[in-house]
């Protein structure tokens, strides 16, 4: 049974919404290592362990299209706030759709001249942004149909692909907005690109959990009210409930589950529902003393498995950053993080128009 490690002081809003950035890009990035590798080879070129730290890798790190669109979908957020600070009331989905486009412009793919074309921003000229790391089919061929997908008029309507869940949880950054907005902004924005009620969902599921997070909630706690919440809307997705509470079940139990029950219980991560649960299971079943050494144990359980290595690690460390803060994100780790400045930057943006 996981217990969380305790800060003598509780982190900072500024300090939470960098760590889980931060966090998500780390867990992303050594998940990306080994996103299409089984778990026996994994432990075939890792050892028994797996990949435990980016000083196991062979050359550089990457983080992939999960910290991308995470970005994006925060350049978007920014978009929207600085209009409203303006005193301009703005569509936050539509400046989020503008947002992914512009991130599809950097991923080679041709877009549908219906498709707006939308004014440069700060982030679309970091380079590092411009590599294509594996996108998701439906992120990609959503956004090229140059049409604003929306509840009512999804594109693609039978996808719950985890591009919705991996790029939401700066919807749980925003301060001083309710539980029904986080929701609607989450959920919305997921059938952008993935019309499954279970992808629109997820991304709300997890949006709240950060969102809970940032409010001082314990983890646990925070993924129970969460899953409570969307359990009560009048949208269904029966497989999210079920996989969300068997990982908090199973994460209850004196004995961790390893790689293959992990994924036979809760999945691979490849669809929405899955990469959630599996993300939250790593949280909840490590444990430490120390918050670095429970991150470390978290993304360990995260990504090793044969599986979406890099979109479940991405979601445990964006839970465990919002809810330690900076503190729990290794040293060394973050040294090897492909460009911090980039993801530092775009934290700093959100600040800018949330905090002052």
Same mark, same amino acid.
């Given at each position: 049974?996981?217990?969380?490690?305790?800060?003598?002081?509780?982190?900072?809003?500024?300090?939470?919404?960098?760590?889980?950035?931060?966090?998500?890009?780390?867990?992303?990035?050594?998940?990306?290592?080994?996103?299409?590798?089984?778990?026996?080879?994994?432990?075939?070129?890792?050892?028994?362990?797996?990949?435990?730290?980016?000083?196991?890798?062979?050359?550089?790190?990457?983080?992939?299209?999960?910290?991308?669109?995470?970005?994006?979908?925060?350049?978007?957020?920014?978009?929207?706030?600085?209009?409203?600070?303006?005193?301009?009331?703005?569509?936050?989905?539509?400046?989020?759709?503008?947002?992914?486009?512009?991130?599809?412009?950097?991923?080679?793919?041709?877009?549908?001249?219906?498709?707006?074309?939308?004014?440069?921003?700060?982030?679309?000229?970091?380079?590092?942004?411009?590599?294509?790391?594996?996108?998701?089919?439906?992120?990609?061929?959503?956004?090229?149909?140059?049409?604003?997908?929306?509840?009512?008029?999804?594109?693609?309507?039978?996808?719950?692909?985890?591009?919705?869940?991996?790029?939401?949880?700066?919807?749980?950054?925003?301060?001083?907005?309710?539980?029904?907005?986080?929701?609607?902004?989450?959920?919305?924005?997921?059938?952008?690109?993935?019309?499954?009620?279970?992808?629109?969902?997820?991304?709300?599921?997890?949006?709240?959990?950060?969102?809970?997070?940032?409010? %001082?909630?314990?983890?646990?706690?925070?993924?129970?009210?969460?899953?409570?919440?969307?359990?009560?809307?009048?949208?269904?997705?029966?497989?999210?409930?079920?996989?969300?509470?068997?990982?908090?079940?199973?994460?209850?139990?004196?004995?961790?589950?390893?790689?293959?029950?992990?994924?036979?219980?809760?999945?691979?991560?490849?669809?929405?529902?899955?990469?959630?649960?599996? %993300?939250?299971?790593?949280?909840?079943?490590?444990?430490?003393?120390?918050?670095?050494?429970?991150?470390?144990?978290?993304?360990?359980?995260?990504?090793?498995?044969?599986?979406?290595?890099?979109?479940?690690?991405?979601?445990?460390?964006?839970?465990?950053?919002?809810?330690?803060?900076?503190?729990?994100?290794?040293?060394?780790?973050?040294?090897?993080?492909?460009?911090?400045?980039?993801?530092?930057?775009?934290?700093?943006?959100?600040?800018?128009?949330?905090?002052?």
């Amino acid at each position: 049974m996981s217990v969380e490690a305790s800060s003598p002081v509780a982190p900072s809003f500024e300090s939470r919404v960098r760590g889980s950035l931060l966090g998500g890009a780390l867990g992303d990035s050594l998940g990306y290592a080994v996103e299409f590798d089984s778990i026996a080879a994994i432990r075939a070129h890792y050892g028994s362990a797996g990949l435990t730290s980016f000083g196991q890798l062979d050359g550089e790190s990457h983080f992939s299209d999960d910290t991308q669109m995470t970005l994006y979908t925060v350049d978007g957020l920014v978009e929207a706030l600085e209009w409203a600070n303006d005193g301009v009331a703005a569509d936050e989905i539509a400046c989020l759709w503008l947002a992914y486009l512009r991130w599809l412009g950097t991923q080679d793919v041709a877009v549908s001249a219906s498709a707006p074309v939308p004014q440069p921003r700060w982030i679309d000229g970091q380079a590092v942004l411009r590599h294509r790391r594996a996108p998701g089919n439906a992120c990609l061929s959503g956004l090229a149909t140059g049409e604003m997908g929306t509840v009512a008029r999804p594109v693609n309507p039978d996808s719950k692909g985890c591009g919705t869940v991996m790029r939401s949880a700066p919807f749980g950054l925003i301060p001083h907005i309710s539980r029904e907005a986080v929701y609607k902004l989450s959920s919305d924005a997921a059938s952008l690109t993935h019309g499954h009620p279970s992808a629109r969902l997820s991304a709300a599921a997890f949006s709240l959990l950060i969102h809970n997070l940032v409010a %001082g909630s314990d983890i646990r706690s925070a993924a129970t009210d969460a899953l409570a919440y969307v359990n009560n809307v009048p949208t269904k997705a029966a497989e999210l409930a079920e996989r969300l509470e068997a990982a908090l079940q199973l994460s209850a139990q004196p004995t961790m589950l390893g790689p293959e029950e992990m994924t036979a219980a809760l999945g691979e991560g490849w669809v929405a529902e899955e990469a959630l649960a599996v %993300g939250l299971y790593a949280v909840l079943s490590t444990s430490a003393t120390e918050p670095t050494e429970h991150f470390r144990r978290a993304i360990a359980v995260a990504i090793n498995h044969s599986g979406d290595s890099d979109s479940t690690g991405s979601i445990a460390g964006n839970i465990l950053g919002a809810y330690y803060g900076e503190e729990c994100l290794p040293a060394d780790w973050l040294e090897a993080l492909e460009a911090p400045e980039v993801i530092r930057g775009m934290a700093d943006s959100l600040l800018a128009v949330t905090t002052g």
